[in-house]
């Protein structure tokens, strides 16, 4: 099985997220929306498939991180979200019980041994 198949995004806390996409557009031009920008990019082994990898800097009081207390949190592309995660499970990772679906996708959460939450992302089919 396929586990992570590529990074679906990088998501930071900021005490002020409006000054922090205005600095990363005029010094490295990221020219950001309110929820952050999508980088484009095609898929090696299937250049017909297009894929995104979501910049995004958070509030720095969101709970969106919770339960880690961490600044940052990654997203990580996957094949099969249910799978992983119940093989997961299975090797005593601390896997969160709730999951999401919506036209984004599917995503689930997990802790590392460090406490950081990460993201896993099953894009939508047409993805």
């Given at each position: ?92 990772v601390q896997v969160m019980e709730k999951t ?28």
């Amino acid at each position: 099985m396929t586990r992570v198949t590529g990074i679906g995004g990088i998501f930071f806390k900021s005490k002020d997220p409006q000054k922090t996409r205005d600095w990363y557009n005029e010094h490295l031009g990221i020219q950001s929306e309110s929820w952050g920008y999508s980088f484009e990019w095609r898929e090696l082994d299937k250049p017909e498939i297009k894929g995104s990898t979501i910049w995004s800097p958070f509030p720095d009081n969101t709970k969106y991180f919770q339960p880690s207390e961490k600044q940052f949190m990654i997203n990580y592309r996957v094949d099969n979200l249910s799978e992983l995660l119940e093989e997961l499970r299975k090797e005593g990772v601390q896997v969160m019980e709730k999951t999401e679906e919506s036209e984004f996708g599917k995503f689930g959460w997990i802790l590392d041994p460090d406490g950081n939450k990460i993201e896993l992302w099953e894009p939508p089919a047409s993805s």
